[in-house]
């Protein structure tokens, strides 16, 4: 495609100079929060149907066996019991909606056979055999009676082991390691033989999850009369995963009602892997037994089996001329997916996909490259964990632009302020496709500077060094990529693109007393979408937020559909918002059309104001919106002639901008983004190795700000679950295969008595590539703060000559690197 296939000038889908808004930018107290807070929500959990049996789920204690076989008998008679299923269950019910003739081998990552384990335990947790009894207690009573004999077999748990031709395939057909085809974007060889610099690096992020306090959970109950399935499950992309498991469990669309309630938490775990399995689990299990089956994860099988964001290896090559701009980087990427093959399907990981969203960051990089491959190991499924891959990349980036710094001899603040990309290149096409759309980067950073009191920090670090304390600052600066584009899914395909692209939608309707009922297909999931979405829709109708009542969740049977679920891949504020705008302008000219007989004018004469239908030339000629509402519904003499009665609109909303991968390989990964600036400073004790946050500094970029103390909670609980898997939340595997870190007492969440409170400024560039001017705002602080906490520690430590590449900064860890590390000469 050319590139006028990138030019926005002319076709920009909002109108920047457009009236001020009410309601947008207040800080509406959140609608949803009185039912969350006295116990009134809606979780999978808190639901029973009549007659409901409980599941409980047997598990692999290895990480890879074969299973030899499973003998079900005394379970079967325990007490409570209803039904019993295996592997060979689900296999013979894929032969039965497939009518392939595979083997359980050939069949073992296909659903809905895979849902149990095929012959082989794959992971450790893994399930192998499910129970469904009259009470939770009794499924998990009978699991002990299920006797299971493996033969434990070598486990993959390394990218070394993956790579070795020598080692056992886990998976029948695939090969444990996946070359990626090169991606190459500009003249990425004439750039490094022209470099001044070249700086390289080898970077390590390891697993860690986002570990929702809502684990996921599932009911389901199959009508054998009617062939209808109605599953209850925490689903993060409903619509999707509502398409897909009508193809996987042989039941059409029509007879397959998917419910999602509220969901305490989403992160994007909730989108993939396990929901799958456990849907088909539960199905089986009800079609076995005619009732409602239910199961609900504990917290073990949660960090066990949930999934987890996938591990990394990333070496990169920069360079950079004299004055210290980047021009180029070479970037080898390696994925630990464990037992999945989701990656095969794309020929590249998602996580891997996912980083072209910040491959470059924020700065006037002319080229880049990018190689490397994904391994399948004997270790948990990867999943979309919150900013799929962006951690790593902007990790590694951030490393390379300190190191390159003291390699030239800068500051870390000046280094980034001759790099970025300036105000007046906006819009400004990154070398692999993506269209950066509206900031001023330069100043986001130059205002956390001087926030945080950054001179004066530096003149007192090497001061402290000199009484004993090692004191650092970080700095770590970025986009934030919002609006993800699935597109980008299929840029290192060599099989097939698919012309994917985003859409979402809204039901909205005025009920006879005038007041608005909103829909929208996107669960609760903690983000404040009821409110954000009635704030939107109130200034469209000019009415209050209280006058609009707002159901999200999703039901397959009443709600529209969506490309995108509970905002997953930061898309709430562009797609689903961009529904309401539509569909609140939709149902205002509607309302303008009934009233201008009764007005006597053109609806264009017209507009909505504080509950009424105003003339514009004439403010004494009105009518209040109960008194339209009641001709659409009753008084239909009065309705003009060609309108329909009724004042229910639903609106689909195709985001103008989603685009295929173009001839180059080149995509628009995501279709807008902020940016932020984060400055950490820490104070590290040599003895112990503990790390102290001390300050925490973010400016972020979201666009227009719809709610602010949602958007402050947003950014702030990302830039914490950030610190975190920097500081020590994360999975251990030892050489076996074997989960560590299985518990909140070994898998360490932080709390507010651990962690720092950062400080938080924003800056506002509104987007001219949503409806609402917002830009996504869910994800990038979590993807950031990794690299600003690494930065600070390495500064901190640079007279002991500590060098970090690796995430996580444990005290154990720390404290090795301190003592087998020298001084700098």
């Known amino acids: 495609m ?73 379970a079967r008679t325990a007490l409570g019991v209803m039904a019993v299923i295996t592997g060979e269950d689900t296999f013979q019910w894929f032969q039965q909606i497939s009518h392939r003739k595979l083997t359980q081998q050939e069949a073992s990552a296909i659903m809905p056979a895979s849902a149990l384990a095929q012959g082989k335990a794959t992971f450790q947790g893994k399930p192998v055999a499910a129970v469904a009894a009259s009470s939770r207690g009794e499924a998990e009573d009978a699991l002990d009676l299920i006797d299971v004999d493996f033969d434990s077999l070598k486990p993959v748990v390394s ?14 057909g695939t090969d444990n390691f996946t070359p990626q085809i090169p991606l190459v974007y500009g003249d990425v060889d004439s750039e490094f033989r022209n470099a001044q610099h070249v700086v390289k690096g080898r970077f390590h ?87 409602p089956v239910k199961y ?57 996909t996912n980083k072209l969203g910040g491959i470059t960051g924020p700065y006037r990089i002319k080229a880049v490259s990018m190689t ?81 009191g950054y001179e004066e920090l530096r003149n007192k670090q090497k001061e402290e060094w000199r009484r004993g304390r090692y004191i650092g600052i970080g700095i770590s600066a970025s986009v934030e990529p919002s609006a993800a584009n699935p597109a980008r899914h299929y840029v290192a395909s060599e099989k097939y693109q698919r012309p994917l692209g985003s859409y979402s939608s809204a039901s909205i309707k005025m ?52 490309s995108r679920g509970t905002g997953g891949g930061n898309t709430f504020a562009v797609f689903h918002l961009g529904a309401v705008v539509k569909a609140s302008r939709a149902l205002k000219e509607k309302v303008k059309q009934i009233a201008s007989k009764t007005l006597d004018a053109k609806p264009e004469d017209l507009e909505l104001k504080d509950g009424k239908v105003v003339n514009k030339h004439d403010a004494a000629r009105s009518m209040t919106l109960r008194e339209v509402a009641r001709i659409a519904y009753e008084d239909l003499l009065l309705m003009p002639e060609g309108v329909d009665p009724g004042l229910h609109i639903v609106s689909y909303y195709n985001y103008p901008y989603n685009a295929p991968v173009d001839e180059a390989r080149r995509v628009k990964s995501h279709l807008t983004f902020g940016n932020a600036a984060h400055i950490a400073v820490v104070e590290v004790d040599p003895e112990t190795g503990v790390i102290h946050v001390l300050k925490y500094m ?119 690197l301190i003592k087998t590390s020298r001084p700098t000469p």
């Open 2 to 74: 050319g590139e006028g296939y990138y030019s926005v000038k002319a076709t920009r889908i909002r109108d920047m100079s457009s009236g001020s808004k009410k309601w947008v930018g207040a800080n509406v107290k959140r609608k949803e929060d009185f039912r969350f807070l006295t116990g009134k929500e809606t979780y999978v959990d808190n639901l029973t149907l009549p007659g409901t049996l409980y599941c409980a789920i047997l598990r692999s204690p290895y990480a890879h066996a074969k299973i030899k076989s499973v003998d079900t008998s005394k």
């Open 511 to 562: 009920d006879p007393s005038g007041k608005v009922i909103l829909n929208i297909p996107s669960p609760f999931a903690g983000q404040g979408h009821e409110t954000t979405a009635a704030q939107v829709a109130a200034d469209e109708l000019n009415i209050t937020p209280d006058d609009i009542e707002v159901y999200a969740g999703f039901d397959s049977l009443l709600s529209p559909l969506s």
């Open 698 to 816: 973010i400016v972020a970029d979201s666009g227009v700000i719809i709610n602010p103390a949602i958007v402050d909670g947003q950014i702030v609980g990302n830039a914490l679950h950030g610190i975190s898997a920097a500081l020590g939340e994360g999975f251990i595997y030892d050489a076996e295969g074997q989960l560590l870190t299985s518990t909140f007492s070994d898998y360490l969440k932080p709390t507010s008595m651990e962690m720092v409170e950062p400080v938080l400024e924003h800056m506002v560039h509104p987007t001219s590539f949503s409806q609402t001017g917002a830009k996504g705002v869910g994800e990038g602080a979590a993807a950031i703060a990794p690299a600003a906490i690494a930065n600070a520690v390495e500064d901190a430590l640079q007279p002991l000559g500590v060098k970090i590449s690796e995430l996580m900064l444990t005290p154990e860890k720390m404290w090795s």
């Open 296 to 352: 609900v994860e504990n917290r073990v099988e949660s960090l066990m089996g949930e999934g987890q964001s996938g591990e990394t290896i990333l070496e990169v090559e920069a360079a950079f001329t004299g004055e210290g701009q980047v021009t180029a980087l070479k970037i080898t990427d390696y994925e630990n997916e464990g037992a999945s093959t989701d990656h095969l399907e794309y020929g590249s990981a998602y996580q891997a």
């Open 159 to 172: 990218f070394e082991q993956a790579m070795d031709p020598s080692s056992p395939r886990i998976f029948h």
């Open 205 to 291: 992020v390891h697993r860690y999850s986002s570990t929702a306090l809502d684990t996921k959970a599932c009911i389901a109950h199959y009508e054998a009369a009617t062939g209808r399935l109605t599953l209850i499950a925490n689903a993060g992309h409903p619509t999707s995963m509502w398409r897909r498991l009508s193809g996987w469990l042989g039941i059409p669309p029509n007879k397959l009602r998917l419910i999602v309630p509220d969901i305490g938490g989403q992160f994007g775990n909730k989108s993939s892997t396990s929901i799958p399995d456990y849907a088909a689990i539960t199905t089986l299990l009800s079609m076995k037994t005619g009732k």
């Open 372 to 452: 490397g491959g994904t391994a399948i190991t004997n270790q948990c499924p990867s999943v979309h964990n919150r900013a799929i891959g962006l951690p790593g990349m902007l990790f590694a980036l951030e490393r390379t632009m300190d190191i390159a710094a003291a390699k030239i001899g800068l500051d870390p603040a000046e280094i980034r302020m001759r790099n970025y990309i300036r105000l007046d290149e906006f819009p400004y096409l990154t070398p692999s496709g993506n269209l950066y759309d509206e900031g001023d980067y330069p100043t986001t950073l130059r205002q956390a500077l001087e926030a945080v």
